[in-house]
């Protein structure tokens, strides 16, 4: 009867823990080893850092983005879904004007987050049902209507 092998002697040989380094590969190599660890190990820590900082700078704008639409549609309602776009600071925020609404009401903001309320550069109206699309948008002013972002002049049709 065999006996069963231990852990390492499972393993390749080049693999195996060994008593004693390999003449020729020691030091030297341990420390360029530590210092490309010591570099990987920097790098996702900026990498992290500066996503968290961004991630928080979205969060603040769309707090200023909800914001913004109580105070120019004179409806105070806490569902004001908002969409972001991380790479420009435009963002689209779109809720019902008043209870009884058959549409949802969508400003474009711009500008910068800091300050209280951002910029209304325009905006338009979405129905109900649907995405935020070309085809379910209409009514457009101001910059919305210069880009041509609605595909009707007025009413759903």
């Given at each position: 009867?065999?006996?069963?092998?231990t852990?390492?002697?499972?393993?390749?040989?080049?693999?195996?823990?060994?008593d004693?380094?390999?003449?020729?590969?020691g030091?030297?190599?341990?420390?360029?080893?530590s210092?490309?660890?010591?570099?990987?190990?920097?790098?996702?820590?900026?990498a992290?850092?500066?996503?968290?900082?961004?991630?928080?700078?979205v969060?603040?704008?769309?707090?200023?983005?909800?914001r913004?639409?109580?105070?120019?549609?004179h409806?105070?309602?806490?569902?004001?879904?908002?969409?972001?776009?991380?790479?420009?600071?435009?963002?689209?925020?779109c809720?019902?004007?008043?209870?009884h609404?058959?549409?949802r009401?969508c400003?474009?903001?711009?500008?910068?987050?800091?300050t209280?309320?951002?910029?209304?550069?325009?905006?338009?109206?979405?129905?109900?049902?649907?995405?935020d699309?070309?085809?379910?948008?209409?009514?457009?002013?101001?910059?919305?209507?210069?880009?041509?972002?609605?595909?009707?002049?007025?009413?759903?049709?």
């Amino acid at each position: 009867m065999t006996s069963l092998p231990t852990t390492f002697e499972r393993l390749p040989p080049w693999l195996r823990p060994r008593d004693a380094e390999a003449p020729g590969s020691g030091r030297r190599r341990r420390l360029i080893e530590s210092a490309v660890l010591i570099a990987v190990g920097l790098l996702l820590a900026a990498a992290v850092t500066r996503d968290v900082v961004r991630q928080v700078g979205v969060d603040q704008r769309v707090v200023v983005d909800k914001r913004t639409w109580v105070h120019y549609t004179h409806r105070n309602i806490k569902l004001v879904p908002v969409l972001t776009n991380t790479r420009n600071n435009v963002d689209f925020a779109c809720g019902l004007p008043h209870p009884h609404a058959t549409y949802r009401f969508c400003l474009m903001l711009t500008g910068p987050s800091h300050t209280t309320y951002r910029h209304v550069a325009g905006g338009y109206r979405l129905q109900l049902t649907g995405f935020d699309v070309r085809a379910n948008r209409y009514d457009c002013f101001g910059q919305p209507r210069r880009e041509r972002l609605c595909a009707h002049r007025g009413g759903v049709g």
